[in-house]
């Protein structure tokens, strides 16, 4: 037999099978995921008004262009990441609803079925038919509708994603983000912006990066690697193209 069952009465009752688990476990795996869309969040608002700022700079040694520019970047970024963030979740949050609905009216027009379709799946993992079924018996007394949400769909219907949360937490991180090359920026004097600001930036990028490999289990350090080498890439080329239109009178 590939996978075990545990039943008993405790509120952390766990199903497993083959090298699929079906536990308690979501809301912690969604804080997870929304903690590692936070940090890439404010990955993405170090970089891109970094990438403006320096840019600016590489043109001109004027604070208030280099503000303005700053400002508009990361307010317009924080905003068109909510809003991206909050399209994309409310498709996600529809489509949960709409196999949470479609599963409550199967429960209710044949449960028996349901219930068979359910101990089958535990059977097609390697569970001995008798144990599928006291599974499937024992999960549907509890609440047939998630038995059948988290098996089918790994979905749990009481946790439907909010599009609101999702999208304040991308306009938040985003813009502490963009703080990072803001103040980087502006607070030095004029002849050590540039440098100050590619340090401050690659350094936050490296943090980022290890950060959310952390979360997601990969390598922090290759991760770190990525985004500074990208990172790097993208201020050199906006710096360079600045500078190269403050010369030419451009700007």
Do not use: C
């Not at 940090?39 to 262009?65: E, F, K, R, Y």
């Not at 999208?167 to 004029?190: C, D, K, N």
């Amino acid at each position: 037999m590939k996978g075990t069952v545990q039943l008993t009465e405790r509120p952390d009752t766990t199903v497993q099978t083959g090298d699929h688990r079906g536990t308690r476990t979501g809301g912690l795996a969604q804080r997870l995921n929304a903690l590692r869309a936070g940090v890439l969040g404010a990955n993405d608002g170090i970089v891109s008004t970094a990438a403006v700022v320096v840019g600016v700079a590489g043109a001109t040694t004027d604070t208030g262009p280099i503000l303005t520019a700053g400002l508009a970047a990361s307010i317009g970024g924080a905003v068109s990441m909510a809003l991206g963030e909050y399209v994309s979740v409310s498709s996600q949050r529809d489509s949960e609803r709409h196999l949470i609905e479609r599963e409550r009216r199967a429960l209710a027009a044949d449960p028996e079925g349901e219930l068979r379709a359910l101990a089958r799946s535990y059977e097609e993992r390697g569970i001995s038919a008798a144990t599928a079924r006291r599974a499937a018996e024992e999960l549907f007394a509890r609440d047939a509708l998630e038995a059948q949400m988290r098996e089918r769909h790994n979905i749990d219907p009481d946790e439907v994603t909010s599009p609101w949360h999702a999208a304040l937490a991308s306009f938040l991180a985003f813009t502490v983000g963009a703080l990072l090359p803001m103040l980087a920026i502006l607070l030095p004097p004029p002849e050590l912006r540039v440098p100050v600001a590619f340090g401050a930036t690659l350094l936050g990028l490296a943090l980022t990066g290890a950060v959310a490999a952390g979360i997601g289990g990969g390598s922090q350090l290759r991760a770190a690697a990525r985004v500074t080498v990208g990172g790097a890439l993208a201020l050199a080329a906006t710096y360079l193209i600045g500078s190269l239109l403050g010369t030419a009178g451009v700007v």
